[in-house]
């Protein structure tokens, strides 16, 4: 007899589907095979314009494709579209929520819609409140939520009729470390309790690991499937850390261009290599000592990419470097605090940054991040305390401040219906360049971040990894003195991440000041000092490691992320 568990719950057999926009095709999936077991979680993993999104909405009955065949839970996904609807539920990006409604009418709208009879649903929302802890958060407007809570309030909507199983489309995405956890807490106890089945995609690398299988897909096809150890068994003998005297990201910028070098990364202070098959770190022993250490399924997707993309161009951004005067403090914050009404954002800041250095500002979704970084920008008035920027006081001259920084929002402020070419000239002409300065600054920025081929495309029409390259190109127009990055890698593929930080490196050595919000902790071990924030205020102040340190040791030295997630944990036990 066959069992429940040997028929996959989901399958594509030869998927194709393309798109048709301003009359230019776009092939979204090419000829894409896979299955999903039943009572398991699947991961997708993809760079930006793999093709993830558009396999979720045909499993979801959403797309017909143009040939192939998909089967979920045994129908037939293109014929029996709405039985297959009624059968599970579908967490879009960004969580499908109306934001002007509370929290109890988007989950009264979402039973409406799903048909839940009304005997039926204070049972459902009481569990529901329970597993996502929002029970006391009803009468409050899905806008004036976290992103940790949107998300668990996506969830909840997704769940109200009790699904056979569960699509999720980057659930993860820009939500901080605590809440990804809580938010994998309760995947993983329905798929143990209930037998739910989970396909989702994700572009954080250490969740795939979480999956019981993965599939890869760039460009539209599958570069391979099966379980996460499967891909990283692939690397072993490749994987090292290296101990150095240098600072990590002087280590990698030097060592990325190397030929037996396939990945480097910053990583716990040290420096983390993959290096090419038969390589030798014999060869490399004059950076320092090389210890293996085994591999993760981040290096091996790396790996399969760089075969595809080949290596990283490696920027050359230091036009400009500025010279340091001593030791001297370009952002300096004292009791800063910001109030809306009786509530604080933020309460009673302080902190300083140098020139050249690059600085983190880290905390869980509501803890006061963006709010500070608006206030740093000269964006919105703080409500008490002193802030300097760039020798300017920022309650006084935030114009002149304002001359002296660039910005990058994590949604690139970016002119959709602009070209590539004509953002760059309207920031260049926002920053105040005359004609031959702006004329320079635009060919030093297509070539720089390798956008001519692009310069007459819309912005629109990019993909996330050329908008992030756009954006951050725009916002160093003018050359600025500090660079303030409000979550700039979210959403993007990891080597578009590896690509951007490599730039970034560039501008610290040219000593310019930058200060970043991610939520991305191993992005954060590129920082030279970190601000760990909770409810407005600062938990812990320092390096990476004077950060890990900080918390009580466990018989291993914590990840950063791990660190994050103790600071926060003891604050709200604390609260």
Request: net charge negative; glycine share 10%; with cysteine.
């Amino acid at each position: 007899m066959t069992s429940a568990r040997a028929v996959p719950a989901v399958r594509f057999s030869e998927v194709h589907k393309s798109f048709a926009a301003r009359g230019k095709e776009t092939k979204a999936l090419n000829g894409v095979s896979f299955a999903a077991e039943s009572g398991s979680v699947t991961g997708l993993v993809g760079p930006d314009g793999a093709g993830k999104t558009t396999l979720m909405r045909l499993a979801a009955g959403l797309l017909a494709p143009d040939r192939g065949e998909i089967h979920v839970l045994e129908m037939n996904a293109t014929g029996d579209a709405l039985a297959v609807q009624a059968a599970l539920g579908y967490m879009p990006q960004r969580f499908g929520l109306y934001e002007d409604l509370t929290v109890q009418e988007n989950l009264d709208l979402y039973a409406d819609l799903q048909g839940v009879p009304a005997d039926q649903r204070e049972g459902s929302y009481r569990e529901l409140m329970r597993m996502t802890g929002l029970g006391e958060f009803t009468a409050r407007l899905a806008g004036r939520l976290s992103g940790g809570m949107k998300q668990k309030l996506g969830l909840a909507c997704t769940l109200v009729r009790s699904p056979r199983a569960l699509i999720l489309d980057e659930p993860t995405v820009g939500v901080d470390p605590v809440s990804r956890r809580e938010l994998w807490a309760i995947i993983d106890r329905l798929v143990r309790d209930e037998g739910l089945t989970v396909l989702l995609s994700t572009a954080y690398l250490d969740e795939a690991e979480r999956c019981s299988r993965v599939v890869l897909l760039h460009e539209g096809e599958v570069l391979g499937e099966g379980s996460p150890d499967s891909f990283s068994s692939q690397l072993r003998g490749r994987t090292y850390r290296l101990q150095s005297g240098e600072p990590g990201r002087q280590v990698q910028s030097r060592l990325q261009g190397r030929a037996e070098v396939t990945d480097v990364v910053v990583a716990g202070g040290q420096v983390r290599l993959v290096l090419e098959s038969g390589s030798d770190p014999r060869g490399l022993r004059e950076e320092g000592v090389f210890q293996p250490v085994p591999p993760r399924f981040e290096d091996s997707f790396v790996a399969l990419l760089r075969e595809r993309r080949g290596a990283p161009s490696l920027p050359d951004m230091q036009q400009h470097t500025i010279e340091v005067r001593g030791d001297d403090a370009v952002i300096t914050v004292r009791d800063l605090t910001r109030r809306f009404g009786d509530f604080y954002a933020v309460k009673g800041l302080s902190f300083s940054v140098h020139r050249g250095e690059v600085f983190g500002l880290l905390g869980a979704n509501g803890a006061g991040k963006s709010t500070t970084f608006r206030m740093l920008c000269g964006l919105l008035p703080p409500s008490g305390g002193t802030l300097r920027v760039a020798g300017v006081d920022l309650r006084h001259a935030a114009a002149e401040a304002r001359a002296r920084i660039g910005y990058m929002s994590q949604k690139f402020s970016l002119y959709g219906i602009l070209s590539v070419e004509q953002n760059l000239d309207f920031f260049a002409r926002s920053y105040g360049l005359r004609r031959k300065r702006r004329d320079e600054r635009i060919r030093w920025a297509l070539e720089q971040f390798e956008l001519e081929a692009l310069r007459g495309s819309s912005s629109d029409d990019l993909s996330l990894g050329h908008k992030q390259r756009l954006a951050m190109a725009c916002a160093l127009m003018h050359e600025p003195d500090i660079l303030f990055l409000d979550e700039p890698t979210s959403g993007v593929d990891p080597l578009a991440r590896r690509e951007f930080w490599l730039r970034i490196n560039a501008l610290a050595e040219a000593n310019v000041t930058v200060m970043v919000t991610t939520h991305f902790m191993e992005e954060a071990e590129y920082c030279d000092r970190l601000a760990i924030m909770a409810a407005g205020e600062i938990l812990e102040l320092g390096t990476p490691d004077e950060i890990k340190g900080s918390v009580a040791p466990q018989g291993r030295e914590p990840s950063l992320e791990e660190a994050f997630i103790a600071l926060i944990e003891h604050q709200d036990t604390e609260r």
